[in-house]
């Protein structure tokens, strides 16, 4: 068990983090059932519950898991000290095509094909990579703090979630909103070999060619080839062509038809006429039609419906045929490619342009950037193909998922994603839900020799149909997204709608992702989810950004210094509180986040600040002999005008805090956390706290020492969701008398009491506070050195009281004489320099302090110095820079000579106060 009260005195993660969080988890603290136990929570207390979107079992956690998991579990802790009975449950995904590729690259270096090896060999190798991810995942959530009850870890094809993914696919099919059709999808025809989704098909910028080819028309004087294909005479005799433009030449294969513009100038003649295919010679019709857009190459299109998601729907409209001339690895297809069969389709467009040219049937080639899709996974070219395949029907589920937003039962943070949301959903298509893969859910569909289909949860042993018992299972697999998209509800027992978790914890209470998966994830969980258990799975979505570097470049494997960016390292060198703390502190809902060292180091050292603030702290615990807390009913006459600011003050910050908790607002939340502590409490009321702490006249130690306890209990709890390690390890080591509950993960979030805020005292001490900063400023602007105590006059006018009672705190923070400081003097010296805020004048006697002349000649060198940069500056303004240069530096120019001129009249008052 871990020794709090041993405890390294500098701030060393390594050695407190790990054994925190085997503490924590060792006293079932992430249980709720722990909750009920403490009597914290019962069964009619509010709950929340969220479950971990699954990590994929491809290998290591990267940064946006961490990101996901530092919310989320900051959320999870956040409701659990607001007494909510919680629930965070986690697990994996078995990731179909991402997991399948890894093991495959994996088994090619130990040279072991797949395919050689077999369905049932290899299936069994992935579980055993699968065995080992989850371990490994497991271990780095740990390290990232995330509260989650392992006890109900999940994954999506354990035995149970199995059950629910065949309950699922089955009442939907029943249902016939799940159907088996022939239609055009995305393939790979890289190492996945398997339909993908839209979402998976991801679009990159290519600089390629349109290429202008020539169909020749058929007509009485030219009926078809003359000579073979690429003998330079096919198109002999031919006397009318009509020329399109396409990206695709080795697709013309599979052409039935030719499109062109409404009324086009120079085709439209055409239309009805037969065009001959080059290379085969197939006859197609020519046709005009208004998807074709006249401005693109020509206005005029071929068709290619079996290999065009565009040309399919003009196909399916113009009744023409589909001919499949690229197979399944992405080679032509022997009967209908003749010399091209079995090439490449990539080296079939190399030669068919070849062969075209020398036809005499390519006019010209032009530059062409276009996007072209790519598989997700292993970045083949997707090629559309229509194959055989099992379909979702979406637009009933859609619209319940909108209606579901539109009536508020979810919301989403931010609101502008529901645009989005809509935008996609209704325009959404049929999903593929079949994936041809060796990994994952089979589908639980069997077929018996007589060719009818049979749909159950379990292996039949025979055709309801026929009686059949030679049954065979359909080969596919289920979509990753399918699985998955049950997460909310088959993880807590569905479809037993007696289960203890699902009665509880469903719907959940917030999905928290990164907006580029709002279409893969959420829209498919909301979708089911509603079809499925009649609710919508969750009462609220929020969306967090992509991780970037600190130049905003997408963070990819290929970067150079890609190793900075992996969170073990980054909790390695930082601690894994600063990384969550630097994630909060820089969040802002749906947008992008960069990631820098400088950002890094800052949390570091916010975190060695709480460190070392309680070290001091608990160092001047034995300057009493025994505590008495401070709370609401502590005897207002002992408390200073210090004591009275830094109270008022926090409850402020409380109240905000809390606000910016309820609202998702963590940035600011995480912000004027550090902000206080670091610019109020420990720059101020720490430091003025050391005149009664270290004065051994002061009868009322206890006083300081109290409140410095209570504001810094108080901000471990506000700080404990965003950095959990550092602030369990602290709270545990304060005095029992202010500490409430058995560890911090426990303990209630800080009650609000407004009547400790006193806005006329926070007025009255900034104005001490800005007396001392003013002092300070003097000091440097004179060179007087820091340790030099030195006298003060002070005019207080109606701030007599305020000013006797801060003397101290004056003389302490500003390096005053306490012995000379004089009030209300008549007489002023020379050379003294004067502040004044509001109507109190402060003078700083300089004269027996430094070297008036040395410091005249000092100060009128500086300000010959700032003369000659501003002439320097001014005359790069009125050159041709200024009409030249980009915006951007003309405007750093402009704000440097704001700059120097303003330190030039801050140099001659200095001066002016030395010709006193």
Known sequence: MIDFKNLPQIHDPQKIEKDIYEWWESQGYFRPEKQRELGLVNESSPRFCITLPPPNVTGVLHLGHAIVLTIEDLMTRYERMNQRETLFLPGTDHAGIATQNVVERELDKKGINRKKLGRTKFVEEVWKWKDRCQVTIREQSKGMGSSCDWTRERFTMDEEYSLAVRTAFVRLYQKQLIYRGKYMVNWCPGRCESAISNLEAEPEEHESNLWYLKYPIKNKNWKGPRAEWASGKWAEGANEFIELATTRPETLLGDTGVAIALNHPEYSKLEGKMAILPVLGREIPVFEDSYVDPEFGTGALKITPAHDPNDYEIGIKKGLDFITVIDKTGQMVPKYSGKYANMDRFECREEIVKDLKKEGLLSKIEPYSHAIAHCQRCKTIVEPRISTQWFVRTRNLAREAMDAVKSGLTQMIPEREERRFYQWMENIRDWCISRQLWWG???PVWYCTNGHEICELEAPTKCPTCGDKKLKQDEDVLDTWFSSGLWPFATLGWPNLESKDFLRYYPNNMRETAYDILFFWVAREMMLGIELTKRTPYNKVFFHGIIRDEHGQKISKSMENIDQYDPLNIIAQYGADPLRFTFISNIIPSKDLNLSSGALKASKNFCNKIWQSTNFILGNLDKIKKLIPFSIDYPREKLEISDKWILSNFTKVLKDVNKFYEEYDY?????????????????????????????ENKNDRNTPIAILLYILENCLRLLHPIIPFITEALWQNLPDSVREGPALIVAKWPELNETLIDETIEQ????????????????????????????????????????????????????????????????????????????????????????????????????????????????????????KAPPELVELEKDNLTELKNKKNSIKEQLEVLKQ
């Open 667 to 695: 940035l600011n939340a995480a912000r004027s956390l550090r902000s206080f502590l670091w610019d109020e409490f420990c720059d101020w009321y720490i430091e003025t706290s050391k005149i009664r702490i270290y004065d």
């Open 764 to 883: 009255d001490f900034e104005l001490i506070k800005n007396i001392i900063h003013d002092i300070r400023r003097v000091r440097r602007d004179f060179n007087i050195k820091p340790g030099l105590k030195i006298p003060l006059i002070i005019q207080p006018g109606d701030k007599k009281d305020l000013i006797n009672s801060a003397s101290s705190e004056i003389a302490l923070l500003s390096h005053i004489d306490p012995n000379k400081i004089t009030i209300d003097a008549s007489q002023i010296p020379q050379n003294s320099a004067k502040i004044i805020h509001e109507n109190v004048v402060v003078y700083l006697p300089l004269e027996d302090i430094i070297n008036i002349k040395v410091e005249r000649e000092r100060i009128s060198k500086q300000l010959l110095k700032l003369e000659e940069q501003i002439q320097k500056v001014e005359k790069k303004l009125e050159s041709p820079f200024s009409k």
């Open 441 to 443: 859910h089979q589908i």
